[in-house]
């Protein structure tokens, strides 16, 4: 979770909170796959560092249910393809305008935002192929 946002009901929003809004908390993931979680959300970039081939995974919101509106930043860093898809293909739906429609894929040095936009369905935006 970014470092910006009150801790406690009743802190005071100072400006250095403020400022810690604009940054990314990373997540840097050296390995061939990763699921997303909890801790994603909310300012935190996901790095896929691996140089082979990696898969980021989507969870079904009965492992764990985000908010609908929740968008998860994830670029990569790592020489292979990136692949954004659905740890249950047939429970959850990630769509996107790339070619693949359901398992995007990200380049090197490019980045996509995966947006919840309903109950098990996601949708990716960005530099996808």
Same mark, same amino acid.
């Given at each position: ?14 400006? %250095? ?22 801790? %994603? ?6 790095? +896929?560092?691996? #140089? ?7 969870? *079904? %919101? ?10 998860? *930043?994830?670029?990569?860093? +790592? ?12 429970? *959850? *739906?990630?769509?996107?305008?790339? @070619? ?10 490019? #980045?996509?935002? @995966?947006?919840?936009? @309903? ?7 960005g530099a996808v192929a």
């Amino acid at each position: 979770m970014a470092s910006g946002f009150p801790t406690v009901t009743g802190t005071v929003f100072t400006a %250095d909170m403020y400022n810690g809004l604009v940054s990314y908390t990373i997540n840097l993931q050296s390995s061939a796959s990763y699921t997303l979680s909890s801790t %994603d959300q909310y300012q935190v970039l996901v790095i +896929g560092s691996n #140089a082979s081939t990696k898969t980021i995974s989507i969870p *079904t %919101d009965a492992t764990y249910a985000f908010p609908n509106g929740t968008a998860i *930043t994830i670029l990569n860093s +790592g020489a292979g393809l990136m692949t954004i898809n659905a740890v249950t293909s047939g429970t *959850t *739906t990630v769509t996107s305008a790339g @070619a693949t429609s359901a398992s995007p894929t990200v380049a090197q040095y490019k #980045a996509a935002v @995966a947006i919840k936009t @309903a109950t098990n369905a996601w949708t990716v935006v960005g530099a996808v192929a």
